[in-house]
């Protein structure tokens, strides 16, 4: 039988992991931490509800210690176990070691499956990331893969290579070099993956990038290599297009036929007056005609809060756009987000959320698709907050410390607010599982383009006047 779990009986669970030492956050210590979040799924055949429940829990940092999920067995009405992961730190607040346990019908009882371990340098730089899946006959830890990072005079990455694990033995696999311009902007990332059988280099990829003087990604360039050191052929390119005001038009997706480039699919954005944005447009090439393949429409509150996003696709039966799907929030307008303590991304809290359309903290999200003609049901999500004392340094030191950036969540420029009396700030930005991607110097009043990061949620550390200020970076396309 499956672990039975009460609501009132359940640890309330998890954030990620800031990666550095010191953990600061805003003036108030006092702040709103998400304890729960309901996903309802709409059943339309059984006509019912279907519930699936995400449950974190913090330490006094605000750093996630515990995230697991669980589901309503509708039968009986029981809170079932599904998955579970448990997270530790180092003294300096960095992330030491994950843990990932999936629950055993049979045994009634949470079983070990991954553990992950982080080493670092003098630097707080992730220098290496072990993998190990636990061994059910040895009752042991069996290395799996692991990865080790090598970074420049600036702090930024210069070199990844990731292992397997064969038998006894470490074997390479894929080896990155990443170089920067200037500015610290990544100029050219080459990557290569190992087959150790054929004992060569396969798949080799190289990407270039190209930026304009704001920081902001104008182009980006992939070329493939058939055979190692040869020569490197066209394949992909992205272009951007920005206003004025450095908010983003147009994205072409560029692909290399032969002898020539052809754009295949074209995005285009429209904002408002105050640089919202309000309707996101694509085309696609279908045979020799660019032709709209989806619109995105999006409305807002008068705290810039998005309260509805309608999504239409192209239908090739009707050939036409055709609305698909809607989306209505509802939000606390007495807390916004810079109030609230949240888990990673990989904590279900970030899927198929706007969250750079977010001022206020979310209280319900209500996702419904047109059907027939009409609106039903597709899912509901839930929000369930609860108040926290976040730990760090008196109030005199946070005043001091404290440095704005914004947006967050950001698309592509990140701006940054000093105290007064500071010049500059060292801004490093790790991935959830504590890898360091970047780390920059800024004066005050500069920019940083975060272009060339994916989406996803992000880690930050700021270095002021030795002290260090940490939080959570969220990432838009």
């Known amino acids: 039988m499956k672990q039975i779990f009460t609501l009132m009986a359940v640890l309330l669970i998890s954030l990620a992991t800031s990666a550095q030492s010191t953990f600061l956050k805003s003036n108030e210590g006092l702040k709103l931490r998400l304890d ?22 913090y330490n006094a940092s605000g750093q996630m210690t515990l995230y697991y999920s669980t589901w309503v067995d509708n039968s009986s009405g029981e809170l079932l176990g599904d998955s579970r992961y448990e997270y530790s730190y180092n003294v300096d607040g960095s992330v030491a070691e994950h843990l990932d346990l999936e629950w055993n019908e049979d045994t009634d009882d949470w079983e070990k499956h991954r553990r992950v371990v982080y080493a670092y340098d003098e630097d707080g730089n992730q220098i290496s990331c072990t993998g190990y899946r636990w061994n059910e006959t040895s009752e042991l830890w069996t290395r799996i893969d692991s990865s080790y990072n090598v970074y420049n005079d600036e702090g930024l990455l210069s070199e990844y290579t990731g292992y397997e694990w ?3 033995r470490w074997v390479i696999r894929y080896y990155s070099t990443y170089t920067y311009e200037e500015h610290g902007w990544l100029n050219e990332h080459i990557s290569r993956m190992w087959y150790e059988d054929d004992q060569e280099w396969k798949n080799n990829i190289k990407w270039v990038y190209s930026w304009n003087t704001e920081g902001q990604m104008l182009s980006k360039f992939r070329y493939d290599q058939e055979v190692y050191e040869g020569p490197w052929l066209e394949y992909y390119k992205m272009e951007k297009i920005y206003n004025a005001e450095n908010l983003l038009l147009t994205t072409n997706s560029v692909s290399w036929k032969t002898d020539h480039w052809e754009i295949y699919q074209t995005d285009t954005m429209d904002y408002d007056g105050s640089g919202l944005l309000m309707e996101d447009r694509a085309y696609q090439l279908d045979e020799d005609n660019m032709r709209p393949d989806h619109i995105y429409t999006y409305s807002y509150d008068a705290s810039g809060n998005v309260t509805e996003y309608i999504y239409s696709s192209w239908d090739r039966n009707k050939s036409q756009l055709v609305v698909y799907g809607k989306d209505i929030f509802t939000y606390d307008p007495d807390y916004s987000m810079k109030d609230i303590v949240l888990p990673d991304e990989d904590s279900e809290w970030n899927e198929n959320l706007l969250m750079d359309q977010f001022s206020n903290i979310p209280r319900s999200i209500h996702m419904l698709r047109w059907v027939n003609e009409n609106w039903e049901d597709y899912m509901k999500k839930a929000f369930f907050y609860s108040e926290q004392n976040v730990e760090g340094v008196g109030v005199e030191e946070e005043e001091r410390a404290m440095v704005r950036i914004y947006p967050n969540p950001v698309r592509d420029q990140l701006h940054m607010d000093l105290p007064e009396g500071v010049s500059s700030a060292t801004l490093t930005l790790y991935e959830v599982t504590g890898r360091q991607v970047l ?39």
């Open 36 to 57: 729960s979040m309901g996903n309802n799924y709409w059943d339309a055949y059984r006509e019912q509800w279907d519930t699936t429940r995400y449950y974190y829990d």
């Open 439 to 477: 780390r920059r110097q800024l004066d005050a009043g500069a920019s940083l383009s975060l272009n060339t990061l994916p989406a996803g949620i992000f880690l930050y550390s700021l270095t002021v006047d030795g002290k260090i200020q940490s939080g959570k970076l969220v990432k838009r396309k």
């Open 166 to 168: 064969k038998t006894d």
